[in-house]
């Protein structure tokens, strides 16, 4: 059965101190992974696509990278509007799962 | 460019009632897709529509249906709500249909609460 899982479920850091999220999965026929920023009471905010293994982008503070079985979402000197929960989702042929995200908070 | 919009952001029903929500997608985007989240369950996929026909469906009783007209509009209809209908219903828009190379795009939600 298609499968996502991320980890931790929540994290506090203290502003510049960097980490990382987890996403890792099983899915038959990937057709590509995503990630997204929740904030509350908001629609989730597309941030990056990963289509294969080895394959990184960025964007600000935020990398996302893609092995065959995870992807890391690293998060440089984060700073407290970088709170929010992140979620990850993979593409099947014919729908997106999507994990159960990591609440992150960032604290000044 | 505007956004997907959904309508309306808030609402509260019934047990026994029946309701519909309604998502624009982003101009151009044909697929429309709707989940529901919830805080134990996350993002659960309800369906897919592109071109006016459901594509798939999630794992969801035939109380939950949806339809698309042709100009990309969608609407999603629960009948006999339900306490556990209670979520943050989301629909998310792409250009084609399928999930390769296609990022969705998502609005900020319903908030449906079964009293």
């Known amino acids: 059965e298609d499968q996502v899982t991320q980890s931790p479920e929540a994290l506090r850091l203290q502003e510049g101190e960097s980490s990382s999220l987890n996403c890792s999965y099983t899915v038959s026929g990937l057709r590509g992974l995503f990630w997204y920023r929740q904030d509350p009471g908001k629609g989730p905010e597309f941030l990056f696509t990963l289509y294969s293994a080895g394959e990184e982008k960025e964007k600000e503070r935020l990398k996302a990278t893609l092995t065959k079985k995870e992807s890391f979402l690293h998060i440089t000197a984060p700073k407290p509007e970088d709170s929010a929960t992140y979620l990850c989702a993979v593409g099947d042929t014919y729908k997106y799962i999507f994990g159960t995200g990591t609440r992150l908070k960032v604290l000044a | 460019k505007a956004g997907v919009t959904q309508t309306p952001r808030y609402l509260i029903k019934t047990r026994g009632q029946q309701v519909t929500l309604s998502c624009s997608p982003i101009s151009g985007h044909r697929s429309v897709s709707w989940y529901q989240q919830t805080p134990g369950q996350g993002l659960q996929f309800l369906f897919e529509y592109f071109s006016e026909t459901q594509r798939n469906k999630g794992n969801f009783p035939g109380r939950f249906s949806g339809r698309q007209f042709s100009n990309s509009r969608s609407e999603m209809n629960v009948s006999t709500l339900e306490l556990g209908d209670s979520a943050l219903y989301l629909c998310?828009?792409?250009?084609?249909?399928?999930?390769?190379?296609?990022?969705?795009?998502f609005g900020p939600g319903t908030r449906l609460t079964v009293l």
């Open positions: 998310a828009s792409s250009l084609a249909k399928g999930p390769f190379g296609n990022e969705q795009f």
